[in-house]
């Protein structure tokens, strides 16, 4: 069975700083690009960060540019976010995504990030 499990959420002051973790098992997804999504209350479900499989190319949505840093351990199947200087609106629950083809798309089940002001 195909699985991603993300950790690291929780609860953290303005400015503070997360660690998200997402361990994947049942395959390799080292020729997956991965990425992160959050979705806030009321809202859709948006972009966040993207590493490519090919050199590790990172793209980032603008509103966490210079705050978030995605990366990947291709040895331990991971991708991890790094994020600092958090703002209240970066609330939300954040879910790991591996992608090959549209087709070859896996989710896992999403970790709360709550920043109070």
């Known amino acids: 069975q195909v699985r991603l499990v993300e950790s690291g959420g929780g609860l953290v002051q303005a400015g503070g700083s997360l660690r998200l973790s997402c361990t994947g098992s049942?395959?390799?997804?080292?020729?997956?690009?991965m990425a992160w999504f959050r979705q806030a209350p009321g809202k859709e479900r948006e972009f966040v960060a993207r590493?490519?499989?090919?050199?590790?190319?990172?793209t980032y949505v603008d509103s966490v540019k210079g705050r978030f840093t995605i990366s990947r351990d291709n040895a331990k199947n991971a991708v991890y976010l790094q994020m600092d200087s958090l703002k209240p609106e970066d609330t939300a629950v954040y879910y790991c995504n591996a992608e090959r083809t549209p087709q070859q798309s896996f989710w896992g089940q999403g970790t709360q990030v709550t920043v109070s002001s």
């Open positions: 590493i490519s499989w090919v050199r590790s190319f990172t």
């Open positions: 049942g395959r390799s997804f080292n020729d997956y690009d």
